[in-house]
């Protein structure tokens, strides 16, 4: 298959499987509560007929825009925006009163509004926990550090400060190590002390509770070799011939030990030519690249760094296995983490810390969609999951056109015993529309200025 067919099949797969899990959870949930639900569609507006059919009371069916889905549950307010946006009109049935929408608590349709988001959750902890428990967890075959960040090291930890690029930790608390994940869990056993023995003889000795501890061994840093594992078309870096496996060994003449120090030295070095000597299996080569200038905006304000389009490091695949338990609290632990991180960026993003050329749209998903791919089937479920978090957080958003906008009407509701009817939902309903449009033209524009590298 070629490239772009790859690219479009695999957006494909991506968009349609994460819709219908979310338009599944509000689906069953609205089964559940014994609402009637007149359509499930795969896009909105009229459902194309010969790509639809009828199973009890149900209509399944795939629509005309390509841009999500809905649940057609019955309501008083099936007319007017949304009711445009869901197909229009539902063929004239006869629902029972007990089984519309508004005639349930507010809380049952809370529970059917949240469904949607709450599979795309699940689903994602679910391919993150089941790759765990099948793949096992990557291991660091190192125990070498590169360096400490005496900073952010608590009290009673401040002899770590003494650590330097090189030194290998040989047993933590007596028991030894072979990698970092057992310098991890060594690390936090129990009692208010851990001796660190390292490589040579030497002993320091890091006090305070487990908590504390963590928190020092946050501070520490592996050493990991400056190898490229993914060099991005089109950037520098491949213009300058880098290629995955390349060992960076010196920059500029200044010898690399680790990727972290590489990383630094490129970022300081922005717009400026740069001689970079790489080890491969033919030799060792040197190659002329320019890292070019990218503003980025962190806790320490705007600043301009150097990107080559390189990324790594490359190591070893090595698992080890976990158990069922062990590897859901992974599948929560990995879930949590992409959401938290897409949090962030969603509030940088209000707040102008991040910039809106950051978000993307179709064409973004759907390039990134088949790089997973050439990579493998776990970086494609990897890709699938985080983008299921995505779709879940951007649903919680208080448009009202969005699932977060339709809990904050139910929300009024609920506190004000009246429902939100008439002009008032319906400006709002298309308030929330205009929104949704020009996120897309946003999203699209962006899409298309990266295409086009302006």
Do not use: C
Request: proline share 5%; net charge positive; hydrophobic share 50%.
């Amino acid at each position: 298959m070629s490239g772009v067919g790859l690219t479009v099949v695999s957006t494909l797969v991506v968009i349609g499987v994460l819709v219908f899990v979310h338009e599944l959870g509000h689906f069953l949930a609205a089964k559940w509560a014994g609402i009637y639900v007149h359509r499930f569609s795969l896009g909105l507006g009229a459902p194309v007929r010969w790509l639809s059919f009828r199973r009890g009371e149900t209509e399944y069916s795939v629509s005309w825009l390509p841009l999500g889905g809905y649940v057609k549950m019955a309501s008083t307010a099936e007319e007017g925006a949304a009711g445009a946006l869901e197909g229009g009109d539902a063929g004239g049935v006869e629902v029972p009163p007990e089984r519309m929408f508004e005639a349930k608590p507010v809380w049952v349709r809370m529970v059917v509004i949240l469904a949607g988001v709450v599979m795309n959750t699940l689903f994602a902890w679910l391919v993150f926990s089941g790759l765990v428990y099948f793949k096992g967890l990557p291991v660091l075959e190192s125990t070498t550090v590169a360096a400490v960040d005496a900073k952010a090291l608590p009290a009673g930890a401040a002899a770590l400060s003494a650590l330097s690029l090189g030194d290998r930790i040989a047993a933590v608390g007596g028991t030894p190590v072979s990698s970092w994940q057992a310098v991890v869990r060594a690390w936090g056993g129990p009692g208010d002390s851990v001796v660190v023995s390292l490589a040579g003889g030497r002993s320091l000795v890091v006090r305070g509770d487990p908590a504390a501890r963590a928190r020092a061994l946050a501070a520490i840093r592996p050493l990991v070799p400056p190898i490229v594992a993914e060099v991005v078309a089109g950037q520098a870096g491949a213009a300058a011939g880098l290629a995955v496996g390349d060992t960076v060994l010196s920059f500029n003449g200044v010898p690399v030990r680790e990727w972290r120090e590489m990383v630094s030295m490129i970022e300081a070095r922005a717009g400026q030519p740069v001689a970079i000597e790489v080890g491969r299996a033919g030799g060792r080569r040197t190659l002329t690249v320019a890292p070019r200038a990218e503003k980025v905006k962190d806790s320490t304000g705007t600043r301009t760094v150097g990107r080559v389009g390189i990324r790594g490091p490359l190591v070893a695949d090595v698992r080890e296995s976990v158990g069922l338990l062990a590897s859901m609290g992974e599948g929560v632990r990995r879930t949590g983490f992409v959401a938290g991180t897409i949090v962030g960026v969603v509030k940088g993003i209000f707040s102008g810390r991040v910039s809106a050329r950051e978000v993307g749209g179709p064409i973004s998903i759907g390039v990134a969609a088949g790089e997973s791919v050439r990579r493998g089937l776990e970086d494609f479920l990897v890709f699938m999951a985080a983008i299921s978090v995505n779709l879940a957080i951007v649903n919680l958003l208080p448009i009202p056109i969005l699932d977060g906008g339709q809990f904050l009407f139910l929300l009024a509701e609920g506190v004000t015993r009246r429902p939100v009817t008439g002009r008032v939902r319906e400006w709002l309903t298309m308030a929330g529309f205009v929104v949704i449009v020009m996120l897309m033209v946003l999203a699209f524009s962006n899409d298309i200025r990266r295409l086009l590298g302006i």
